[in-house]
């Protein structure tokens, strides 16, 4: 059978009905895994949904216990073929963000697919029961058109606990790391540039969040009897605050600053533009740094962002001086940036200021990672998907949002390659989540196009490494980016995003 063959038949999947039979069926299993009770639910997505499919692939499947503590298990699974031919580990998470069912659209129901037109609503159609489904059903096109044979080795791990952080994952790759590893990671999570624009990312922005407090006093006092004498914590907040974030929504402290864009990461993003789709807010050219595009500020920069803050009582103030103020903030941030030194950048800074009586409380952060776009195999997905689409995908050094994904590039090391199934306006982790199926159909074509292409790269045996290295590893870069083709939201659409005019500094 030929490529094309294997695509059509991946494509016949959702033709025929059977990616909606099989959503419907794993959408109806309540895998919330913020919820206590959801732990029976977790396991039985594995056992009853993920583990019969893969033993369908010939996969050795075993379910393995969290390493931490009450944490919802793994299925890891493989598939063995031959030594020489290059393996490739896929992820995907079977688990969902709570939702409230009264906040989805008229008819619609998180735990039953409704069709819409071409949009199939339920809960996790796109984060991320479709986006997995859909990889392993391709991946079972593509034996069935190989006649019983992938052409490479297989490796799996679902992950039931992504939506609270991973837990056990770090560990889970580094205990087991030869059982996982691989020479590549290609998996689908996330969302594409813009629906129509099949898009690879390659890591993601890190984040850690933090909590700046000042409790001055246990009451709040008359402002006309106290006023002037006593220091008012939201003032000093908003001091704080102001000393890290300046009024255009740049970050002030060096340490909190990523270093400069690298040309390729430039270069990867000079045809992509931010596109929210229908309904997304207007972009403000003059925030978050303006000397840099749209594009830039949300994939290289990065970002810090109160996300709540609060003294007093806004909804009925009375003529008081507060005796607290908060404010709950977030880092995003790119790689590069030292983010395991937060605490102490944000305490040397807050104290330069005199900012002593301001508390720092940071949490837990997600490592950012991200593979440089000309990598060989970047370069070689790269062109699996233009030729099965005719279309030039956008690359993405990194994710906006943020993954677990150091789990497999820093723990494991291998590149990572996430070719996401979703769009801006799918609704994840929203009321009325979606799946686009025209995207799905192509998303199907895509990857089975991409695992039939890792089948002829294994056909050169041993040499495949050679083979990869020679025609994808030593290709000169591309400058002739492709234009933006999207208009909707796009800051210039149309043609090649190119620097916004230089703007005049600020005046503070
Ligand atoms: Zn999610």
């Not at 087991?176 to 898009?199: F, K, N, Q, W, Y």
């Not at 907040?237 to 040309?263: E, K």
């Not at 395991?340 to 940071?362: A, F, K, P, Q």
Request: aromatic share 6%; net charge negative; with cysteine.
């Amino acid at each position: 059978m030929s490529r094309s063959a294997a695509i059509d038949r991946a494509a016949r999947y959702l033709d025929s009905g059977g990616l909606l039979a099989d959503l419907r069926r794993r959408v109806a299993v309540r895998t919330v895994s913020s919820e206590p009770q959801s732990g029976p639910a977790l396991h039985d997505y594995l056992t009853r949904e993920i583990a019969p499919q893969l033993a369908r692939l010939g996969c050795v499947v075993r379910i393995v216990d969290n390493p931490v503590e009450g944490a919802a298990p793994f299925l890891l699974a493989h598939r063995h073929e031959d030594d020489a031919l290059p393996t490739v580990l896929t992820y995907g998470h079977g688990d969902v963000v709570v939702t409230d069912e009264a906040e989805w659209g008229a008819g619609l129901r998180p735990w039953q697919v409704v069709v819409r037109g071409d949009r199939w609503y339920g809960r996790g159609t796109a984060d991320n029961k479709g986006q997995h489904t859909i990889n392993l059903a391709a991946l079972e096109q593509v034996l069935a058109a190989r006649e019983g044979r992938l052409g490479f080795n297989l490796k799996v791990l679902l992950d039931m606990a992504e939506e609270i952080g991973s837990p056990g994952l770090a560990e889970i790759c580094a205990g087991l790391g030869d059982e996982l590893s691989a020479d590549v990671l290609i998996a689908s999570d996330g969302m594409r540039v813009a629906a129509g624009r099949p898009t690879i990312f390659l890591g993601s922005r890190g984040e850690v969040d933090f909590t700046l407090r000042v409790h001055l006093r246990d009451e709040p006092y008359h402002s006309g009897n106290w006023g002037g004498l006593l220091r008012n914590p939201a003032t000093v907040l908003a001091t704080a605050v102001a000393a890290l974030v300046d009024g255009r929504g740049r970050v002030l402290p060096a340490g909190l600053r990523p270093p400069a864009l690298p040309d390729s990461l430039r270069r990867a993003l000079a045809g992509i533009c931010v596109d929210g789709g229908p309904g997304s807010p207007e972009i403000d050219m003059d925030w978050g740094g303006p000397e840099l595009t749209p594009v830039e500020r949300v994939f290289g920069w990065n970002t810090l962002e109160v996300l709540a803050l609060g003294a007093g009582t806004p909804e009925a103030p009375t003529s008081a001086i507060p005796g607290r103020a908060v404010a709950h903030c977030q880092l995003r941030f790119v790689v590069g940036t030292d983010w395991s030194n937060v605490e102490n950048v944000l305490r040397e800074h807050l104290d330069g200021h005199g900012l002593t009586m301001v508390d720092v409380d940071v949490g837990q952060g997600v490592a950012a990672t991200r593979v440089d776009p000309d990598n060989a195999w970047v370069r070689w997905t790269e062109a699996s998907l233009r030729e099965t689409t005719g279309a030039e995908p956008a690359i993405l050094p990194n994710l906006g949002g943020t993954l677990p994904n150091a789990a497999f590039a820093d723990t494991l090391g291998i590149p990572t390659i996430w070719v996401p199934h979703s769009y801006p306006g799918c609704a994840q982790h929203a009321p009325d989540e979606h799946l686009l199926t025209p995207l799905a159909h192509e998303a199907l074509q895509i990857m089975a196009g991409v695992f039939w292409d890792l089948g002829d790269l294994g056909a050169h045996g041993n040499a495949w490494r050679e083979r990869l290295e020679r025609q994808w590893g030593s290709k000169d870069m591309r400058d002739d980016r492709t234009a933006c083709t999207s208009a909707v939201g796009c800051v210039s659409p149309g043609r090649p995003h190119s620097r916004p005019p230089a703007q005049a500094p600020s005046a503070s």
